[in-house]
């Protein structure tokens, strides 16, 4: 069995005219003769040289530690060894590189000699893949021989992170590799890692079992009874694009030209990850991060040329709209602006193309759902929580990226034992809760009779871990008084955490939602939607707390790795 991670590096550099860029690719014309005596190399990397899949070079900054022992355990008694390994990087063209690290084991071969033939199912396997220590090149060689940061842990210059986890900093290698340090500018915000590929070729009937979500994009592939299934994964808060190669028998067993259609598969779908995530990073980056100078030029060239590409009919055998909607659902678009004239630079062509992208992805993306949880014991004050919850839902209707969202859910007088089920029955990609809370007591749910009934902090990490077992949150806003430890108890658990450390009132409260939500339903990040929540606040709310703070300072904005305060 083979499995293949892709980790496409867009590198927007080419068109900003500024920096110096060491170890250029060849260019196009290269002759092999010329290739060969020049030897040109990307430090850290390897010596480029080229094939089939165009010039490529080895990555020498990625170590491995006992390789051939890390393979999936099977069971308490056979577990599967790697045999085989590479590491190469790709040049797809001047904004477009690809590291693709692969690795073959013989977990085939060990599941047919089990006597209980007990399938293992293909999400177990990219799992296992997925969380593989591997050890990077740290950027900074003056840093100590050994420091710890959350799970990543630096020895000797190398950084280890599973693998899942290493595509930004292998962006940052690269840049780090191919950017003079003399450079004025730090242009490492234009090397972006984009949407990460897996790939996993296997034989049918060899006891490994598909998942439920899948899809089939092509059968008999050239009739070569090879299948092509594909399915998107969710894992570790990130969405995995997955295709798997099903073949008729084991690879060795297949003829030259079935190796042949095979491998063109495989690159054809490779190529095409890199072209979308390489147009709509460009496309959104060019709205946030415009590089100006020949970026006019350049990018708007690029830009043409792979839409021309995405649209181009019969550019492969099989279903391709099929294949070309199953590439196109990739989260860099939900980002997308909306003046496709302006970023083909007034090329009707492009510009045509670049919104029929757009539509496709529009339908094909699965919406983001926001849960409004609240509750509202009879003996406790009460609250007009119908102000903050109009706000989210006009704020939705507003909103230019609104069609990516589902419609706002409200769980409203939650049971303090019906938590859990409004979590698991909405899958929230956003959950927002507005209720009391004490120190020490909790957030204050209700009983069956309306009383209330307290979920100390404690349990409801308990809950928020037990939901991200099935939908990991990208945010959770806690909306209460004295939330931090709250917030705090489920950072790991969720994207970001919004807590308060004092008294949180309520007009106060509501302000911040509907600015939160207005910017979100707007199509920007989270740090930005608490940022321009908080400067509302500021602006409004001028008089201090009676401790004398400001009372934009008691919210609190937490991420695993970072953490933000007012």
């Known amino acids: ?56 070079c080895n990555v020498n900054c990625i170590k491995y530690d006992d390789l051939h022992y890390q393979g999936l355990q099977v069971n308490k008694d056979a577990s599967s060894a790697i045999v085989n390994s590479s590491k190469k990087l790709y040049s797809d063209g001047s904004f477009a590189k690809k590291i693709e690290i692969s690795f073959t084991d013989n977990l085939e071969y060990v599941l047919r000699l089990q006597e209980d033939k007990q399938p293992v199912n293909i999400t177990a396997i990219l799992k296992h893949y997925a969380n593989l220590p591997i050890n990077v090149l740290n950027i900074n060689p003056n840093q100590a021989d050994v420091q710890t940061k959350g799970d990543e842990k630096t020895v000797n210059n190398f950084t280890q992170v599973s693998l899942s986890e290493a ?47 899948i899809t089939l994009l092509q059968h008999n592939i050239e009739g070569t009874n090879i299948s092509l299934f594909g ?26 030209r079935e190796l042949e259609v095979l491998e063109n598969k495989r690159l054809q779908m490779f190529r095409l990850n890199t072209e979308t995530d390489a147009t709509l990073i460009i496309v959104k980056e060019n709205e946030i991060n415009p590089v100006g100078g020949k970026d006019e030029s350049e990018s708007k060239k690029f830009l043409k040329k792979n839409c021309e590409k995405f649209f181009k009919k019969r550019r492969f055998q099989g279903n391709q709209d099929d294949i070309r909607d199953f590439v196109l659902q990739n989260k860099n678009a939900a980002l997308l602006p909306a003046d496709f004239n302006r970023i083909a630079g007034n090329d009707k062509y492009s510009a045509e193309n670049l919104k029929k992208i757009y539509e496709i992805v529009k339908a094909l993306l699965p919406k983001k759902t926001v ?104 945010a959770i806003i806690l909306c209460a008084c004295n939330s931090l430890a709250h917030a705090e108890a489920v950072k790991n658990y969720c994207g970001y955490a919004m807590g308060t450390d004092a008294v949180f009132p309520e007009d106060v409260s509501i302000l911040y939602t509907e600015k939160f939500y207005e910017a979100l339903f707007n199509g920007l990040e989270i740090t930005f939607c608490h ?36």
């Not at 900093?169 to 003079?180: C, D, G, H, P, Q």
């Not at 303090?416 to 909790?442: C, Q, V, W």
């Not at 929540?533 to 009372?551: C, W």
């Not at 919210?555 to 007012?566: G, Q, R, V």
Request: hydrophobic share 35%; charged share 25%.
């Open 371 to 474: 849960l409004f949880v609240t509750s509202n014991p009879t003996e406790i004050n009460p609250f007009d929580f119908g102000k903050a919850y109009d706000s989210m839902v006009n704020a939705r209707k507003a909103g230019k990226e609104r069609d990516f969202f589902n419609e706002v859910i409200p769980k409203l007088s939650v049971q303090k034992d019906k938590i859990m089920n409004s979590f698991y029955e909405n899958g929230p990609d956003f959950l927002h809760i507005t209720l009391h809370n004490s120190t020490a007591r909790g957030f204050y749910f209700q009983d069956q009779d309306g009383n209330a009934d307290p979920v100390s902090v404690d349990k409801f990490a308990e809950y928020i871990q037990l939901l991200s077992e099935i939908k990991r949150p990208e």
């Open 167 to 213: 595509g930004p900093m292998l962006a940052k290698e690269y840049f780090n590799a191919t950017t003079s340090h003399r450079a004025e500018n730090d242009l490492s915000k234009f090397v972006i890692c984009g949407e990460v590929y897996i790939a996993i070729i296997f034989p049918r009937d060899c006891g490994i079992q598909l998942p439920d979500n």
């Open 531 to 566: 940022n321009v929540a908080i400067q509302a606040i500021k602006d409004k709310f001028t008089d201090p707390l009676q401790d004398g703070h400001n009372v934009y300072e008691i919210l609190e904005l937490i991420h695993p790795d970072t953490y933000t305060k007012n």
């Open 1 to 56: 069995m083979d499995v293949i991670f892709q980790f496409p590096i867009i590198d927007r550099r080419p068109a900003t005219g500024n920096g110096e860029t060491l170890n250029a690719w060849p260019g196009a014309n290269t002759t092999q003769e010329a290739l060969y005596s020049r030897r040109p190399f990307i430090r850290n990397f390897g010596i480029i040289s080229s094939s089939v899949e165009g010039y490529y």
């Open 231 to 256: 399915f998107h994964w969710r894992f570790k808060n990130q969405i995995f694009k997955v295709c798997l190669f099903e073949l008729p028998q084991p690879q060795e067993k297949l003829s030259n």
